[in-house]
């Protein structure tokens, strides 16, 4: 069983931030939960909107760089998991590499960092009550509340600490390509025509899955691309 040292904090700049100072010796699993997140991160540079009764949280943990394709896996894999456990007839998929969507639109966003010695930082963002005005983003959002899941930002970080350990002891079994599995049955998308953004331009293919590095698998001509980063976007099938 994980023993995590689970912190709970009333205002933070960034809970991904805060919890780098409690990583300072090796050894530890902490988990940090901010009540008010004011300089939320999000990934490629943009900021979190962290709304009030929304869940921020980041959770610090040892591993070999060379795994962190996994650990987004199971990161993800586990929102999932608890998400549709609240409702098993809602709408969810995971969004590469790491977005969840409830009924197709974000409810839940990741940015793993590094942190000092051999941790790797895994902060979650998850709208709980409210979400942002989508007008003002890149992609549409909702909230648990307003799909009619109720729970509590607490309640929440608690099923996902639970779950997100029976990954992790899959992960150090060596179930890999099981949970790799079990993620792209969960993705949105797999199989048809997706367009990635990336900073040097957008490349459009078809979406083939992940590789071991949880790298996304883009058919482009024939050639299947392995692509690190970037910001996936569905393309609507004609009728
Ligand atoms: C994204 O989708 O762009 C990633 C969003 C990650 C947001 C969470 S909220 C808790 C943790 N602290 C941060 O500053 N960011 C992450």
Request: aromatic share 6%; charged share 25%.
């Amino acid at each position: 069983m994980i023993n995590w040292q689970i912190i709970t904090l009333g205002k933070v700049g960034s809970t991904n931030d805060e919890i780098k100072k409690y990583c300072t010796e090796k050894g530890k699993y902490v988990v940090l939960r901010a009540i008010k997140q004011t300089s939320g991160r999000g990934r490629r540079g943009r900021s979190w909107c962290s709304m009030e009764g929304n869940l921020f949280f980041s959770l610090a943990l040892e591993m070999p760089l060379s795994k962190l394709g996994m650990l987004v896996v199971i990161a993800s894999l586990s929102l999932h998991q608890v998400i549709k456990n609240l409702n098993s007839q809602a709408e969810v998929k995971l969004k590469w590499p790491n977005d969840v969507l409830l009924d197709g639109a974000k409810v839940s966003g990741m940015l793993l960092e590094k942190g000092q010695l051999d941790y790797i930082i895994v902060g979650i963002g998850v709208n709980i009550a409210k979400h942002p005005d989508n007008a003002e983003m890149l992609y549409p959002t909702t909230s648990l509340q307003e799909a009619g899941i109720h729970i509590t930002a607490e309640e929440f970080m608690a099923q996902y600490l639970q779950k997100f350990e029976q990954n992790m002891e899959l992960l150090q079994a060596g179930k890999d390509d099981i949970l790799r599995n079990q993620w792209l049955k969960c993705a949105k998308g797999v199989g048809e025509k997706i367009a990635v953004r990336q900073e040097e331009g957008e490349q459009s293919g078809i979406f083939r899955g992940i590789d071991e590095n949880a790298h996304l698998l883009l058919e482009k001509e024939n050639e299947i691309c392995h692509i690190r980063v970037g910001d996936v976007f569905y393309i609507e099938k004609e009728i």
